[in-house]
């Protein structure tokens, strides 16, 4: 059975840091994306950080420069480390893993973690 456990949210004020980390488990790798997305309090679920097999990363335009996204295969361990972090950052926060490739479309990730969440005050 696949699982993906986050842990490393929190608050933090404004400006801080933090660092998701997302443990994966019973799963054989064979050149899957994985993913970072986000849902805050009625809003959509969107897509934020994305590591292809070959560690090519995208990342969504409101996070780019302050976030970055890594991952250790053989400790089958995804992250997300969060630098600057706004108010707007707050949110739940759920890593994925998907089909083989890159990219933020929900649509192909097939395996969600619960979520952790991120709370940021100003």
């Known amino acids: 059975q696949v699982q993906l456990v986050e842990s490393g949210g929190g608050s933090v004020q404004a400006g801080g840091s933090l660092r998701l980390s997302c443990a994966v488990s019973g799963y054989t790798y064979n050149k899957n994306r994985m993913g970072w997305f986000r849902q805050a309090p009625g809003k959509e679920r969107e897509g934020v950080a994305s590591?292809?097999?070959?560690?090519?990363?995208a990342y969504a335009d409101s996070v780019k420069g302050r976030f970055t996204i890594s991952k250790d295969i053989p400790k089958n361990t995804l992250y997300l480390q969060m630098n600057s972090l706004k108010p707007e950052d707050t949110a739940i926060y759920y890593c994925?893993?998907?089909?083989?490739?890159?990219?933020?479309?929900?649509?192909?990730?097939?395996?969600w973690g619960q979520g952790t969440q991120v709370t940021v005050s100003s």
């Open positions: 590591i292809d097999w070959y560690g090519s990363t």
């Open positions: 994925a893993l998907g089909t083989p490739g890159n990219g933020l479309s929900d649509r192909d990730y097939r395996y």
